[in-house]
Each structure stands twice: as structure tokens, then as C-alpha cells.
């Protein structure tokens, strides 16, 4: 049994047994940047993207995803420098600033320039953002070849490195990877300091999830158009790491994205086996003090061995969710409210609602339908995780509050048909429950309509392919979140997405004691008070 089995455990009970360093203390004054920091780097400007087309709906990229692997399925436009321009500004850029009156503990700060918390389309565990994203370009990219880190803060790209090293990702990724042939990449790395000064031994599990919203964006906003992006979890990860000059214990290499690219050959020549090159510039720290923690520290050891060791296509069928219970009475969803909006509208309109939820405004049961089908779509990560089997590993459960149409409750979602089902599994209404079982002040829960709260049989996920489904677990996790928030900005409804509560608490209250189902994550939605005191600075 590998290190990940017990780490989910002391996860799953860090609500009862807090995890080392119990007497932790972030200390803010001396924390990381919101991003790394190559100076002496040429800064290339990125076009802000043109038009999106008013048809590439939230809808569409969620619950019609571009099929296929490693092209531009369904007829949608392969990539260009605007189109990775508008990708990335849509996804991780910065396009506004956060200056609503909320319940956040951050709100005394927000008024301060040095303070200010920026909005991206994305969500990221606590706001800290610490995805790394690189583009590896080739010769078919209008820019020299080489490799290039994404600078939100500049919607820019830094070059770390001039020359084609594209055959050493192609290598590194290995037979049966998505995209074969591909000559561009946008590879995925985490910056476990710009997390873990804040959550410590808690941080691989937040910064997992990270990865997998910002690769649900990325499906969503392409998808939505036509194009599939299918990324890869499985690598050498050890390669890439040395190409891009990061210690992979302090960064590491999450996902490889092939970029299908306008003008790409069909199928690259293989050249000779390609030199040992790396980035030689280094990211310049701003802490004083650095820390390690050692459960951080084990968790990617364990993930990051034998990285390149691809799961056989179905490995995963043995742990997929378990069926609905059929004695559980069913509640008939009504017809899901249409997710109509752009997707880069709905991204730029994503937020957290921070205890502003207000119960006297009921959430319509057509706007539940379509976030518990959204959570769900969100849920196809794609790549060699669904060769894999990955597609069938979460199950939704939801608390019901206040909505329309459905009576207060505890339910398992059954998806399927025109809107789905829900089966009862307890008709005591959940408000007081709900918020006895959450750890913060931030968020009314006994206000919101409905909590939705994914789970996986994690457990059995690492029993199947190894430590390193921890990564997909949490990707998955993280991939529901972010449809989620961007189905709920679709609809304007008021969202909210959170970490600290009691999992053996739901465990108990989902009824889940003799399976190995783990509730990862809990997604408040609600109308928000009226009339709520807000600031608007848009950037983008």
C-alpha cells in the first residue's frame, strides 16, 4: 500500500485530527508571490484573443465536449497565437479586480493596492494560483521555437529556453499518449511554496484540485468551440522537470496538454534522440524562509514515481462510482435551465460568493437540473485518464435547502435522460447540518439553495493505477468545481466552492460508512442578497 492511501485518510479526518504541524502559522509578511519571477527574460506580449463566438456557449463546451484525441474535432478552428492568447487570458490572465463587500477574511485588505486580489476565470484553492503554465512551442508556432512561461500579471510569455525541444516531450510522454505528432505543448507544473506557505501539509491535496480546474477551463473554453484538448497525466515526469530547470520537489509536473496548432504537420519526423538541454534561468523566490513539510513533501515523491507508467485502457473500471441504491424514493429533476452564455462571459462573471447567499430568493429547480449536470460533465477529464476509465469515478450527492420544486433533503444524483434523478437518501432538511460541519466563517450554508458534494472511491482509484492517481482524483475533483462555478455564472447564480468541513461527517450523512466513497469537496449555490455593495474594475 503506497504513501497516498494513508495521506487521503488523514484528509478525510483532518477535521477530528489535525495534521502536522498542528501549531502552524503562515507568516504573510514574508509569503510567496502570485507567480514566478525570471528577470532578465525577453517578455513576449500576447494578442488578447479574437471575438468569441456567441454560440460557444457553457452548454456546449460542458455537456457537448469535441470528441476525438490530438486534433480539432468537430470542426472547430486549431490553434494560433491569438487563439493560445485568448486561452490563456480566459483561464489564468487577470481580468479584474475583487472589491465586493463580502465574508471573507480578506475584505479589510482589499482596498490596498499591495493587497489586491485579482479575479481570473479560473478558480484556485484559497486564491494563491499556483499553477506554473508553460508553452513549449515548435517549428510550426509563429514565434522561434523554444520554451515560454505563461506571465499572467503581463498576459505575456517569458522565453526560458530557444530551440525546438519538442521531441523531448514527445518522449517523455511515450506511446500511447494523446496527441502523437503534436509540435506544441502546454505543460502544467505546481509551485508547492506559493500553496504551502499558507496550508502546509494540507497543500498537495489543494494544489491537485488546482490543476484539474484550470484543465477543465481549458476543455470548457475549447470544447465550447469545437476542439478537443486531451491531456496527459502520465510522463516522465523526471524529464521534464530537467527541462525546464525545476527541483522536483519543489515543482512538480502535473499535465502535458498538446496544443492541435494551425499549419502542424500531420506526424513529425523523429529526429535523433534530442540533447540534454534545460532552462537555465531560475525563478527568483521572494521569502526569506522557505519551508518543507514533510507530508508535501512524501505525497509528490510517491505521485512522481513511476510517472510514466500509463494505466492500461479500462484500468479504472474496477473503482468507477458505485450505482444508485434502488429502494431510495426518486424525485424527478424539472427540464435543466439552458447555459445559454458564452463561455468567456461566464468565466470573466465567475466568483465566490462568500456569505452573501440569501434563502428568501429560492434557487429554481431548472438552474439545480443544469449545475448537477454541469458538475457531472465537468467530470470528463479526457486524455490517457479516460482511456484509462476515468470518466465513470465520481458520483454527486446534494443537499437541498431551498428550491423550487424540490423538498428539503439529503439526495444521491443519478444523471441520465433529459434531467436526471434524484433519490432520497434522508428528508431531514440539512441547513443546521450544513453549517454545524463547516470550519470557517465565510459562508452561510443554511442560506444556500442547495450544496452539491462530489465523490470517488479514491481509495480504489490507487489500489488500480497507484500513488499517482491522487493526481486524477483530485483533477477530477477540481474539473467539477470549475464547471460548476462557470454553470452557475452562466445562470447568474451565486456560487461557492470549499474545503473546510467535516468529510466523516458527510460520510455519515451521505450513508457512505461501508464503501470506500470519500466526499472531497462541497459547491454552495444560491441567489445572492439584493442590492450587495460592489466595485467594478474590469482590466480585460
Known amino acids: 500500500m503506497g504513501y497516498a492511501h494513508g495521506y487521503a485518510t488523514a484528509i478525510m479526518h483532518r477535521g477530528r485530527v489535525p495534521m502536522e504541524p498542528v501549531d502552524f502559522v503562515p507568516d504573510w509578511a514574508d509569503g510567496p508571490r502570485k507567480t514566478k519571477h525570471y528577470p532578465g527574460t525577453d517578455r513576449l506580449p500576447l494578442p488578447a484573443g479574437p471575438a468569441y463566438p456567441a454560440d460557444a456557449t457553457v452548454e456546449r463546451g460542458l455537456l457537448a465536449p469535441a470528441g476525438g484525441a490530438g486534433g480539432a474535432a468537430g470542426g472547430g478552428p486549431a490553434f494560433d497565437l491569438g487563439l493560445l492568447g485568448g486561452l490563456l487570458r480566459d483561464s489564468y490572465g487577470l481580468v479584474g479586480r475583487r472589491l ?36 513549449i512551442s515548435g517549428p510550426s508556432a509563429p514565434v522561434p521555437p523554444g520554451v515560454h512561461y505563461y506571465s499572467a500579471r503581463h498576459h505575456a510569455l517569458r522565453r526560458l529556453l530557444t530551440g525546438d525541444v519538442t521531441q523531448t516531450v514527445r518522449d517523455a510522454l511515450g506511446e500511447g499518449a494523446p496527441g502523437p505528432g503534436a509540435d506544441q505543448f502546454l505543460v502544467l507544473g505546481v509551485k508547492y511554496w506559493q500553496n504551502s506557505f499558507k496550508y502546509n501539509s494540507f497543500s498537495f491535496h489543494a494544489v491537485s484540485m488546482d490543476v484539474g480546474a484550470l484543465l ?34 519543489e ?30 534561468h531560475r525563478d527568483v523566490e521572494r521569502s526569506r524562509t522557505v519551508r518543507a513539510f514533510d507530508a508535501l513533501t512524501a505525497m509528490h515523491r510517491a505521485t512522481a514515481a513511476d510517472a510514466a507508467a500509463r494505466p492500461a485502457p479500462g484500468a479504472l473500471a474496477g473503482a468507477a462510482a458505485h450505482g444508485p441504491d434502488p429502494r431510495r424514493p426518486a424525485t424527478a429533476l424539472p427540464e435543466p435551465a439552458p447555459l445559454a452564455r458564452d463561455v468567456r462571459s461566464a468565466l470573466r462573471a465567475r466568483r465566490s460568493s462568500f456569505g452573501r447567499f440569501a434563502a428568501e430568493r429560492p434557487l429554481d429547480g431548472a438552474h439545480l437540473t443544469a449545475c448537477l449536470a454541469a458538475a457531472a460533465g465537468g467530470s470528463r477529464l479526457g486524455g490517457d485518464a479516460a482511456a484509462a476509465g476515468a470518466d465513470g469515478l465520481v458520483k454527486l450527492y446534494a ?5 423550487t420544486g424540490v423538498a428539503p433533503g439529503t439526495y444521491e444524483y443519478v444523471p441520465g ?76 447564480v451565486g456560487c461557492g466552492v470549499a474545503l473546510g468541513f467535516d468529510n466523516i461527517a458527510y460520510r ?27 466595485f467594478r474594475f474590469e482590466i480585460a
Open 508 to 534: 455519515e450523512r451521505f450513508a457512505l460508512q461501508e464503501t470506500d466513497e470519500m466526499p472531497l469537496l462541497i459547491m454552495m449555490l444560491g441567489h445572492e442578497r439584493r442590492g450587495a455593495s460592489d
Open 417 to 492: 435522460g433529459e434531467s436526471g434523478v434524484l433519490r432520497r437518501v434522508s428528508g431531514e432538511p440539512p441547513g443546521a447540518f450544513l453549517q454545524e460541519n463547516y470550519f470557517l466563517a465565510n459562508y452561510n450554508l443554511e442560506q444556500a439553495g442547495a450544496v452539491l458534494v462530489p465523490t470517488v472511491r479514491t481509495h480504489s482509484v490507487l489500489d488500480a493505477v497507484g500513488d499517482r492517481g491522487y493526481r486524477l482524483v483530485n483533477a477530477l475533483i477540481g474539473g467539477v468545481a470549475q464547471a460548476t462555478y462557470t454553470a452557475a455564472a452562466a445562470l447568474d
Open 251 to 280: 515543482e512538480g509536473i502535473f499535465a502535458v496538454v498538446p496544443l492541435p496548432w494551425d499549419g502542424a504537420p500531420a506526424a513529425p519526423a523523429a529526429p535523433a534522440p534530442p540533447p540534454e538541454v534545460s532552462v537555465r
Open 216 to 249: 477543465g477551463t481549458w476543455r470548457t473554453w475549447a470544447g465550447a468551440r469545437g476542439t478537443a484538448l486531451e491531456p496527459a497525466l502520465w510522463f516522465d515526469e523526471e524529464r521534464l522537470a530537467r527541462l525546464l530547470g525545476v527541483a522536483g520537489e
Open 100 to 135: 465586493g463587500v463580502q465574508a471573507n477574511t480578506d475584505l479589510g485588505a482589499l482596498p490596498f493596492y499591495p493587497l489586491a486580489n485579482w479575479s481570473r476565470g479560473t478558480a484556485s484553492g484559497g486564491g494563491l494560483y499556483p499553477v506554473s503554465v508553460y508553452w
Open 399 to 403: 443537499l437541498v435547502n431551498h428550491v
